[in-house]
């Protein structure tokens, strides 16, 4: 069994920053790829940005310049540095860690960008 713990999340005036953390621990032989996802009320959940074990970054267009997805495998642990945050970037963000022995997900952090 793989668990996966998020921390960061917070209230953050529009143009802040903020950094998420997701900690892996359990049955854990490899990381094929730590992710970041959001879901805002009302909406479907979205990717936000993918990290491989090899280092291959993906983002979505919408974060694109701001967000920055980084690992350390060493430790199991992937990052999510949020710069220029707008109040659209409020959500609950979860980390999705794809392992040896599945898929698992945290339980979310939530990020509320406001005045």
């Known amino acids: 069994q793989v668990h996966l713990v998020e921390s960061g999340g917070g209230l953050v005036q529009p143009g802040g920053s903020l950094r998420l953390s997701c900690a892996a621990s359990?049955?854990?032989?490899?990381?094929?790829?730590m992710r970041w996802y959001r879901q805002a009320p009302g909406k479907q959940r979205e990717m936000v940005a993918t990290?491989?074990?090899?280092?291959?970054?993906d983002y979505a267009e919408p974060v694109k310049g701001r967000f920055t997805i980084s690992g350390d495998y060493a430790k199991n642990t992937a990052y999510l540095q949020m710069d220029s945050l707008k109040p659209e970037d409020t959500a609950v963000y979860y980390c999705n860690v794809e392992h040896g022995i599945g898929n698992s997900w945290g339980q979310g952090t939530q990020v509320t960008v406001s005045a």
């Open positions: 990290i491989t074990s090899g280092g291959r970054t």
């Open positions: 359990g049955s854990i032989s490899i990381i094929y790829y």
